[in-house]
């Protein structure tokens, strides 16, 4: 819970300063300029007149993954303030997703944004936009392989440390045995956090291999599981959707185990809120696909780059059922 108050002390200091700003230039050209944007953007116009570039973000995400919806809402949002005309496409084979990439080459994009989960189907294409002049953003996954690849910047969290958090919050509960719940084969970022809440949790941690397209088989790999072994206490999931599945799982399975997951939704909100579930590891989504866009656009208008050579970090933040509230509005609109 400390992590959580001191993100928000520091989210107060920022809206602080800019409630002075923006006071402070209410009576100058500053102000009128900042009420044109507010107006363009309710409008659905832009709010720059910089060149009408194209950008590109393909994605590894499976069909009807809500995750990757929020992200979509993100950068489709900073597309719109930015006078940029948004292209989305994704795949979750790492090949296809390849393929994808280099369509968004074949169209001459004027910026990239990929997700790296497999990042050695994805190196050689990255390097084809980077050598054919497309600045690059990664997003969400490939932190570590980000720079390498020639992106000018990562945008998400890292997997590691996130995990890590998990371990963090799981001793803080008193766990003992928990459940890692991977639900996609080859991602390297599933791989990392359930690595890393095993290395800072005091307790025993085994990981679940489950196939993340077919629900039914996830809920009943969950629930065999459980009932085998009866001494697990914690079942953490990777993604919001999984964490229903897990609920599922373990009222059949006659389990006392607490349900964690990474990721929030309007239903992991609710879980939290009626004590279905006892934390969820938010990444924002939302500004991974914001902040890539204007991250790009910032690119191409002035070379602006952010990170240092650093991974531009989103997350993690642990949300409890005493955040749950504050952050249901966002999540029913699904920009959380």
């Avoid at 116009?45 to 590109?56: E, M, Q």
């Amino acid at each position: 819970m400390a992590r959580v108050r001191t993100g928000v002390r520091a989210m107060g200091a920022v809206l602080a300063v800019a409630l002075v700003a923006s006071l402070a230039g209410c009576s100058s050209t500053g102000g009128k300029r900042a009420e044109e944007r507010a107006a363009a953007a309710a409008e659905g116009r832009s709010a720059v007149n910089t060149p009408r570039w194209t950008f590109a973000m393909v994605t590894h995400s499976g069909d009807g993954d809500t995750f990757w919806d929020i992200v979509q809402k993100g950068a489709e949002q900073a597309a719109l303030k930015d006078n940029i005309n948004f292209i989305y496409s994704h795949n979750d084979e790492g090949n296809q997703q390849a393929q994808l990439v280099q369509t968004a080459i074949d169209k001459k994009v004027d910026g990239l944004i990929v997700s790296l989960a497999k990042p050695d189907a994805m190196k050689a294409v990255v390097a084809k936009a980077v050598k054919a002049g497309i600045p690059v953003v990664t997003v969400n996954s490939g932190s570590a392989e980000s720079k390498e690849f020639g992106a000018l910047t990562h945008i998400g969290q890292d997997e590691a440390i996130a995990g890590e958090a998990v371990g963090d919050e799981l001793n803080s509960r008193g766990r003992k045995k928990a459940l890692c719940v991977l639900h996609e084969q080859g991602n390297v970022g599933h791989e990392q956090r359930c690595a890393g809440a095993k290395k800072t949790f005091d307790g025993t941690l085994q990981n679940l291999y489950v196939d993340g397209t077919n629900m039914p088989d996830v809920t009943a790999s969950i629930e065999a599981k459980l009932q085998s072994d009866q001494d697990i206490d914690a079942v953490v999931t990777l993604g919001a959707p999984f964490a229903d599945a897990a609920v599922q799982a373990k009222q059949t399975a006659g389990s006392k185990a607490e349900i964690d997951t990474f990721d929030l939704n309007a239903k992991v909100a609710t879980g939290l809120q009626g004590d279905k579930l006892g934390f969820a590891v938010d990444q924002q989504p939302y500004l991974q696909g914001y902040q890539a866009v204007d991250l790009l656009w910032l690119y191409r208008y002035n070379r602006n780059v952010l990170g240092g050579g650093l991974p531009v970090l989103t997350g993690p933040q642990v949300i409890t059922k005493d955040d749950a509230d504050a952050l249901a509005d966002f999540t029913e609109r699904g920009t959380r």
